[in-house]
T-cell receptor
Framework: NAGVMQNPRHLVRRRGQEARLRCSPV?????VYWYRQLPEEGLKFMVY????????ESGMPKERFSAEFPKEGPSILRIQQVVRGDSAAYFC?????????FGPGTRLTVL | LAKTTQPISMDSYEGQEVNITCSHN???????ITWYQQFPSQGPRFIIQ???TKVTNEVASLFIPADRKSSTLSLPRVSLSDTAVYYC????????????FGQGTTLQVKP
């Protein structure tokens, strides 16, 4: 992992609460991707952002999920009114032109 | 994005060379082939990337035949710590967006 930071590493929320997941890309990278991984499954693409722009959100659920990558600061994945099915590992990646480097992930548990 | 097919699982013993082959029949002319390694509860770790022929780094070798319809990841002298899931992906060059992860190959290294 070439320096992608994610926090928190573990997040516990009760149903109906909000979850905010943060991702700081490798210094100098301006492209960020979010993926979700359910237990025993592969990673599923959610959203691709550049600074201040959403490039591809084809993998985002239509409701409750949003993402941003502001000019300053980390990228944020926000899940409103969490449900038990949102429990998963969420990984962020940033890219040099040809390679995505992944962070350690945030494990979200919804009680 | 190239659709990839790889074995679900493989077993090996410490000290052996392991070769994992990935099929990508519909790979585009400009697509790269990238392999990632993932340990439980961690983000995917970049192993190696190539376009054609052979690429070698301190961790692995990647063999890509002239027709580019398949590729083989070679891990020399595996150890117990190489037990992980290995993903093969075909994707465009540049910041071209999402990666499509399959189920990967679960490699189990035995003592």
């Amino acid at each position: 992992n070439a320096g992608v930071m994610q926090n928190p590493r573990h997040l516990v929320r009760r149903r109906g609460q909000e979850a905010r997941l943060r991702c700081s890309p490798v210094k100098g990278h301006s492209h960020v991707y979010w993926y979700r991984q359910l237990p025993e499954e592969g990673l599923k693409f959610m959203v691709y952002l550049q600074k201040e722009n959403i490039i591809d959100e084809s993998g985002m659920p239509k409701e409750r999920f949003s993402a941003e990558f502001p000019k300053e600061g980390p990228s944020i994945l926000r899940i409103q009114q969490v449900v038990r099915g949102d429990s998963a590992a969420y990984f962020c990646a940033s890219s040099s032109p040809d390679t995505q480097y992944f962070g350690p992930g945030t494990r979200l548990t919804v009680l | 994005l190239a659709k990839t097919t790889q074995p679900i699982s493989m077993d090996s013993y410490e000290g052996q060379e392991v070769n994992i082959t990935c099929s990508h029949n519909n790979i585009a002319t400009n697509d790269y082939i990238t392999w990632y390694q993932q340990f439980p509860s961690q983000g995917p770790r970049f192993i190696i990337q190539g376009y054609k022929t052979k690429v070698t780094n301190e961790v692995a070798s990647l063999f890509i035949p002239a027709d580019r319809k398949s590729s083989t990841l070679s891990l020399p002298r595996v150890s117990l710590s190489d037990t992980a899931v290995y993903y093969c992906l075909g994707h465009g060059s540049g910041n071209t967006g999402k990666l499509i992860f399959g189920q990967g190959t679960t490699l189990q290294v035995k003592p």
